[in-house]
């Protein structure tokens, strides 16, 4: 709702009608787009189901910047909403880097 109340706005200061192909939901989309960016860090598929549910290729650009946006500053606070309820639950997760003492054993360290 913010996302349509800026697109409004924007309408009522510089005049824009649809004329101008100016629409305030555009800006509700996109402001969505960023929250739910946010939360759960999808990037990819969240543009593809985004871009499918307004059937307009158009805004698949706005959208993934959006999205790429949400995440890094998203990322920079804390982990994802995915990521928070793996934790809690204790569920066993590879994480993306190793820790410094397994960097350098290898498979036939362990198989020995």
Known sequence: ?????????YQQIFHLTEITQFYPGSYALIGAAAFLGGVVRMTISLTVILIETT????????IMLTLMVAKWVGDIFN???????????????????????????NASDIMK
């Open 1 to 9: 709702t913010y996302g349509r109340l800026v697109g409004h706005c």
């Open 55 to 62: 059937r307009n290729i158009s805004y698949g650009l706005p």
């Open 79 to 105: 982990k994802g909403l995915y990521d928070i309820h793996i934790e809690l639950k204790h569920w066993p997760l590879l994480e993306w880097e190793a820790e410094p003492m397994w960097e350098t054993l």
